[in-house]
């Protein structure tokens, strides 16, 4: 189980480092439309996850696991999302 969370941790660093690499010298728009993506697909299922996993084993019950994921997943990926919607309809300041 342990290498199963570190995997995930490595993972989760490896995505939040590419965010930002991605998002050097970026305007602002272009910034809030990447963190939005990689908070829906790096960040939401493993963060998401690694805490689950982690109450389920102090709680020392699966169902505390799954019902921390249901409750995470959803809010973690509203976040990302509207991270990704204001990236999107915001307009570019002029020069």
Known sequence: MINAIALAS???FGG?????????KKS?????IIWGLITMFIITPFLGWI???IVGII?????AAV???????????VIGLVLLIVGIVRKEALP
């Open 59 to 63: 709680e020392g019950d699966g169902f």
């Open 28 to 32: 602002i728009k272009r910034k809030l």
């Open 10 to 12: 490595l993972i989760l």
């Open 67 to 77: 019902g921390m994921m249901m409750l995470l997943f959803p809010l973690f990926f």
């Open 16 to 24: 939040l480092f590419l965010g930002f690499i991605l998002t050097l």
């Open 51 to 53: 805490i689950s996993i």
